[in-house]
């Protein structure tokens, strides 16, 4: 897995994992600490989960721009100063507006990085090996998530919030020398040549590849959106905000931080496992409908009482399928864009799936708020559903195809 080929994809990965750390803290601290970081309502909860993904909108194409003039280490490099920078900024804080303002510039690191491994990940792979190389890195960038939600998650209810906010930048800090180690100088921007070569490319003579484009969108606002901002508000909806697990009191915060990390931590192994499944002839489509019958299905039924130990195992399921479905998406968009406009097809596919987690937790606190507790959880269990239904057909007419 880690060789000559896949170096590359692998170092920005790990530098994208340091970058995460401080917004992954957020998604799991700011529900049950939001008091206590100046806000004064729940719905502040969701713009602040929202903003950095509703001002990429815009920044995808011009970071997809910018690297027609800049090379990959300058713009990994601004990408991890300004992590440092927000990260540290959470520990500060104390006003609403200021925290837009730090979401909205990480929004700009996370469009550096994402569309830098993009692009990446583009030129290094091959069609045998697409999916896998989306596993891999979509495995060893969320190590910082691993890490910012289990030790961000206990550190905060322990130590506090700015502790650890400022320990966490310091982390990101002594990582600068990695990118000037191991990401290549260059004179050129990153894709100023393919760019060249996709002047005459137009979406709208290629209508035909968005509802693949728009699996991303829906699949980023159910987990990377919704999903992830809510958990710790669901388990303290559905249980307690202290759990007791045998001898043990755990806050809701702790339990979510603990919940997200089990997927960071297989996600470096498991992500590629089912990168590579799904490079089979028709695996994508296969193993895509497989995931969003499970999710439908786990979704529609987390509202019930049931047994701790089930209900957890059942959002350890969801954890699965948030895996399954994430790295299927980003490589059905590499599909496409491989055979048509590879820069054009990937800014556009960054945008829809920016679309989709900034959606996803100002409709989910709203939904929940003003609808059902569980409302969100049940819209999910709909779209899946529908996704489901629609590419079962797809997926039998090319099974019958490739018999021919």
């Not at 206990?154 to 990118?179: E, M, N, Q, R, Y």
């Not at 829906?218 to 990377?224: D, E, G, K, R």
């Not at 350890?316 to 968009?333: G, R, Y």
Request: hydrophobic content about 50%; charged content about 10%; proline content about 3%.
């Amino acid at each position: 897995m880690f060789n000559q080929k896949t170096r590359p994809i692998i170092i920005i990965a790990l530098v994208t994992a340091v970058c995460l750390i401080g917004d992954s803290m957020l998604y799991v601290v700011l529900p049950t600490h939001w008091q206590d970081m100046g806000l004064s309502s729940l719905w502040q909860i969701g713009i602040i989960l929202s903003v950095n993904r509703l001002i990429r909108l815009p920044l995808n194409p011009l970071v997809s721009y910018l690297y027609r003039k800049i090379s990959a280490r300058n713009g990994i490099l601004i990408a991890l100063l300004l992590a440092i920078s927000t990260t540290a900024g959470y520990g500060i804080v104390n006003n609403f507006y200021i925290f837009i303002l730090l979401r909205c510039i990480w929004g700009f690191a996370w469009t550096f990085l994402r569309l830098g491994a993009y692009f990446t990940i583009i030129d290094y792979s091959t069609d045998q090996n697409r999916g896998k190389c989306m596993g891999l890195y979509n495995g060893l960038y969320r190590l910082g998530s691993l890490f910012g939600m289990l030790f961000g998650g206990i550190s905060a209810d322990f130590f506090g919030v700015k502790i650890t906010s400022f320990t966490f930048a310091f982390c990101s800090l002594i990582c600068i020398p990695v990118i000037f180690t191991y990401i290549k100088k260059s004179s050129r921007g990153m894709v100023a040549e393919q760019t060249e070569k996709e002047s005459n490319f137009s979406f709208f003579e290629n209508t035909h590849i968005l509802p693949t484009l728009c699996i991303g969108l829906f699949i980023s606002m159910i987990y990377q959106g919704m999903f992830t901002s809510t958990l710790s508000y669901l388990i303290e909806l559905h249980n307690n905000s202290n759990i007791s697990i045998g001898f043990f009191i755990i806050g809701a915060a702790s339990l979510g931080g603990i919940i997200q990390a089990i997927r960071w931590s297989w996600e470096p192994w498991l992500a590629p496992l089912l990168g590579s499944l799904t490079d089979q002839t028709q695996g994508r489509y296969s193993i895509l409908i497989i995931s969003t019958a499970i999710a439908s299905i786990s979704f529609s039924i987390i509202s019930f009482n049931m047994p701790l130990a089930v209900w957890l195992a059942l959002l350890l399921i969801l954890q699965i399928t948030a895996t399954s479905l994430t790295t299927i998406a980003d490589a059905l968009a590499a599909d496409i864009a491989i055979n048509s406009a590879k820069i054009k097809i990937m800014t556009l596919y960054s945008l829809l799936i920016d679309l989709g987690a900034a959606l996803g937790p100002m409709l989910a606190y709203f939904m929940n708020q003003y609808f059902n507790p569980y409302a969100s959880y049940w819209g999910a269990a709909c779209i899946l559903l529908i996704i489901t239904l629609k590419y079962s057909t797809k997926a039998v007419s090319l099974k019958k195809f490739s018999h021919r």
